[in-house]
Every structure is written in structure tokens, then in C-alpha cells.
């Protein structure tokens, strides 16, 4: 109790609560700029934190991470402009919400889910962090591979609720060929460049997702012209979106544990996560055909996902030094610049200064969970501004959000060319959602698929099918595809013979 005690009086200093604010405030702000996410959001403030005690270094860093990941979905609700890559999967059902004039509701959900997220994903860091931090570590080459054949198995499925599984194969496939785009991992040999210099480094995720998801909706309501909401604006009710994460808690939890799960493994990440949750969400429900279309279920299992990952992050990184990603790589880099080593022993070293970050932590999310709420209204009221002063704006996010990642004007072009592409994918009715699937998980699956065969005995491919969790999830994936495939037929032969047997 003595311990908690020093905690708290370390994290509710006036200097702390200071840095938690400007933390939140500046995440929430970077989250709803498109293309810059977390990464950007924590490298930014990074150098600030060179002079500061590790406490308070650690708890505005994690406070800006929290609250880019929260805020990446309220653009991704209003205007269907993903403010990060995490907010993604999170346009699927929050932005026809708000075409049903339910942005208050929405963003209520979104705030709910965000915090139910950060709790698990912060529960999970201080209780738990040793334990599965170690058990990352049995997971191999060939489990991220068949792992990410799992999620490249939804394309087909996700797609299959609306009867276009040909169509959702077709686009899975482009993203992957977009995503062998560049130099091969093992071999440095370029492939799709087309004598292009720029492309020998690949297609930016980034860039794609800003213009598939972002500039093609304002081609869109450039042609729509009125406002995104037109006469049908709710916003006085984020409460009623909070109660409807109470009432689905269990897909929230669910969602929110899996995003933990998956922060562990390198190179998995938020965007992954998200997209994740949601196709497992989806396939699970009793009403798939609902989801992207407005259900409720749909918003919250991303937005629950990703502030999990936020938070589970940072085990790996600090109970063993191993980076998950980008962002936990940021944080231990603040670590070392302070003197403190990440591994087994960095949670007794540092005493009552590491408890009060994860109070911080606690309280970040508390924070923004109440700004979240308080300015829902004002939040809301942006889609009832016209189209015609909206587009420009949009347009000039989607560019910078784009350009500033890496300072290059090509990956300007990528966001032009994929804001086409989505603009024609979405008014064919195309389930443009499956090129992400290809995208993100192309070259994760290509570099784990080599990396088995150079550990496995002769190159042999029984590593796949070696380990009981590599065999167990390729058993997964060909029974989920198999009942996908034959639930038409086997609907059709009970309906014959329920005719024949009147």
C-alpha cells in the first residue's frame, strides 16, 4: 500500500498532471491529422523528454500514444478520413453511422471502446507483463506466416457475406502484389519497380490507406455536394454509444485481449490488430451481413483493439527490451537516454517511478475518455458543415498527412493514384476493404514464410504443420474456408428437401 501510495503522489504531482494534459491534447490532435499515427505522435515529442525525469518522460509519451490512438478513429467516423492507420478498419461501421446521422452515438461507442481497451492493455502490462512477454517468444516464423494466412483466409470471408468472395480474392491479391512491390526481403532483387528508384523501397501503407480511404470520400462528396449528414444529425447522445459498449462488453473484452495478444508479436502492430478484431468479430456475429453498414459492434471491436495494442506494446519492450514495433522501440530509446535498462529486472529497479507512469497511464486514458465525451457535440457538429468547404480541406490533409511521413513527392502520387482507385471500388460496390488485408500482411507473411525455411532442417515445408500452433491455426483456416464454401450448398440441399418433403 506504502508502494501505491508513492505512486500516486509521484503521478498527480502538478508537474505530471501537466504532462499528461499536454500529452493528451497533442495526441488527440496529431490522431485526426491523416497519415501521421503514433509513430509520428512519439518521435515528435521524443526530444522533449531529454531533460525530464523518466517518470515524467514515460507518462507524456504513453499519453500522447493512448490518445493518437483514440483520435485516429474520430476522423475515421465523421468524414471516413482515417487519421492513422489504426483507424482504418474503424471507417467500416463508424462512418456509415454517421451518414445515419448517429455521429454522436458513434463517437460515444468510440470513447467507451478506447477505454475498455486501455484498461485491459494497461491490466495487462502491470500484472502479467513477464509471463506473456516470455510466451512471445515461442512463437516462431512459421506461426507468424500461418498466422498471417489467417488473416489473409478473411478476405474470402469477409467478402462472402455480401456474395462478392471472387471479387474480395481478386482485390486480396492486389494487395498482395502491391505489397511484394520494391526489393525482395531475402534476396535484394527488385520486383514491380519498373526502373523506378522510388519504388525500389515500396508502396508507403500510409499513402495507400490515405488515398483508398480519404481522398477517394471526397471525390465522393464532391459528387454528393449538401454536408455528410444532410438533415439527419444526432449529437446530443455519446452516452447512449457509451451504453452500447456496456451492453456488447463482451465483444469490447474480447477484442481488447486479442489486441494484446497480437502486441506482442513483432511487426503486428496497431493496424494489424484492428483489422484483426474486426474480421474476427465479423465472422463470429450472428448477422454478418450488418457489418459495414452501421452495426455498433463493428466500431467498438477496432477502437477496443487498438488502445489494447497501445498498452501491450510495451511488455515485450519493457520486460525484455524487445520492441514490438516502431513506437515501443521510441520508448525504450527514452529508457536508455535515462539510465534505465529494460528486461527482467526494470520493474524493481525503478521502483515507485515506474508504478506512477502506469497510474499515468490510467489516467491518460480517464482524460481523454472525458474529452472525448464533453466534446462530442463539437465534434458532431463538423458534419453538418457543407461539402464544398470540407473537400478542400480534406484533400489538403491527405496530401500533407501524406508527403510529411517521408518527405517525398511520391508518395503524393501513391495517394493521388489510390484515391482513383478507391473512388471507382467504391461506387462499383467493390469490397475495396481486402486490398488493405494484402497490403499489411504481404510482406509480413513473405519474410516469416523465408525465415522458416532457413531454420527448418533441409528447407523442408513440414515446419509449417511441425509445431502445435502452426498446425492447429492451419486447421483453423481450411475449416473456416471449407464451411464458408459449402454453407450455399448445403442451404440449397436442405431447402430442396424441405420443398419435396411438402
Not at 508513492?6 to 494534459?21: E, F, K, P, T
Not at 484483426?276 to 452495426?295: D, I
Not at 523442408?460 to 464451411?483: E, N
Request: with cysteine.
Amino acid at each position: 500500500m506504502e508502494h501505491l501510495l508513492a505512486a500516486l503522489q509521484i503521478a498527480l504531482s502538478l508537474h505530471n498532471i501537466g504532462y499528461l494534459l499536454l500529452g493528451c491534447i497533442a495526441g488527440l490532435f496529431i490522431g485526426v491529422l491523416p497519415g501521421l499515427g503514433p509513430v509520428f505522435g512519439v518521435a515528435l515529442f521524443l526530444p522533449l523528454t531529454f531533460n525530464l525525469p523518466i517518470d515524467s518522460s514515460l507518462i507524456l509519451l504513453s499519453a500522447v500514444y493512448a490518445s493518437v490512438a483514440y483520435g485516429d478513429g474520430i476522423t475515421s467516423i465523421l468524414l471516413n478520413v482515417p487519421g492513422g492507420p489504426g483507424g482504418v478498419a474503424v471507417t467500416f461501421d463508424g462512418y456509415p453511422l454517421t451518414k445515419m446521422g448517429k455521429a454522436g452515438i458513434a463517437l460515444g461507442a468510440l470513447a467507451g471502446s478506447a477505454l475498455i481497451g486501455d484498461m485491459i492493455g494497461i491490466a495487462a502490462l502491470v500484472t502479467i507483463a513477464p509471463a506473456l512477454a516470455n510466451f512471445s517468444l515461442m512463437i516462431g516464423p512459421a506461426e507468424y506466416f500461418m498466422l498471417c494466412m489467417f488473416g489473409l483466409s478473411m478476405v474470402a470471408i469477409i467478402s462472402s457475406g455480401s456474395g462478392q468472395s471472387v471479387k474480395g480474392l481478386i482485390l486480396g491479391c492486389l494487395g498482395l502484389s502491391i505489397a511484394f512491390m520494391g526489393r525482395d526481403v531475402m534476396t535484394g532483387v527488385e520486383r514491380f519497380t519498373f526502373g523506378s528508384t522510388f519504388l525500389e523501397d515500396g508502396i508507403s501503407f500510409t499513402s495507400a490507406s490515405i488515398g483508398l480511404f480519404a481522398l477517394s470520400q471526397a471525390f465522393i462528396l464532391t459528387e454528393e455536394g449538401g454536408s455528410i449528414a444532410g438533415e439527419n444529425l444526432l449529437i446530443s447522445k455519446p452516452w447512449v454509444g457509451v451504453l452500447s459498449v456496456v451492453k456488447n462488453w463482451f465483444t469490447a473484452v474480447k477484442s481488447a485481449v486479442l489486441g494484446v495478444f497480437l502486441s506482442l508479436m513483432p511487426g503486428i502492430g496497431i493496424t494489424t490488430s484492428t483489422l484483426f478484431a474486426y474480421m474476427v468479430e465479423h465472422r463470429t456475429a450472428k448477422n454478418p451481413e450488418t457489418y459495414g453498414t452501421g452495426n455498433i459492434r463493428g466500431l467498438i471491436a477496432p477502437q477496443a483493439a487498438a488502445n489494447a495494442t497501445a498498452s501491450g506494446e510495451l511488455i515485450p519492450a519493457l520486460a525484455l527490451g524487445i520492441p514490438s514495433g516502431a513506437t515501443s522501440a521510441i520508448f525504450i530509446a527514452a529508457l536508455t537516454i535515462h539510465g534505465l535498462r529494460p528486461g527482467p529486472e526494470f520493474f524493481s529497479a525503478g521502483g515507485a517511478r515506474i508504478d506512477a507512469v502506469f497510474v499515468g497511464m490510467f489516467l491518460a486514458a480517464l482524460v481523454f475518455f472525458i474529452v472525448g465525451l464533453t466534446c462530442t457535440p463539437l465534434f458532431s457538429k463538423i458534419t453538418k458543415v457543407p461539402n464544398s468547404v470540407l473537400v478542400p480541406l480534406i484533400i489538403v490533409l491527405c496530401f500533407t498527412g501524406s508527403y510529411v511521413l517521408r518527405n517525398e513527392f511520391g508518395d503524393m502520387i501513391i495517394t493521388a493514384v489510390f484515391g482513383v482507385i478507391g473512388y471507382f471500388l467504391f461506387k462499383n460496390k467493390w469490397p475495396y476493404q481486402c486490398i488493405v488485408l494484402g497490403l499489411i500482411l504481404g510482406s509480413l507473411a513473405e519474410s516469416n514464410f523465408h525465415r522458416a525455411l532457413k531454420i527448418s532442417p533441409d528447407q523442408s515445408y513440414s515446419i509449417f504443420v511441425d509445431k502445435p500452433m502452426s498446425l492447429i491455426l492451419l486447421l483453423i483456416i481450411g475449416t473456416m474456408l471449407l464451411v464458408n464454401y459449402l454453407a450455399d450448398p448445403i442451404k440449397k440441399i436442405k431447402n430442396t428437401g424441405g420443398t419435396r418433403g411438402h
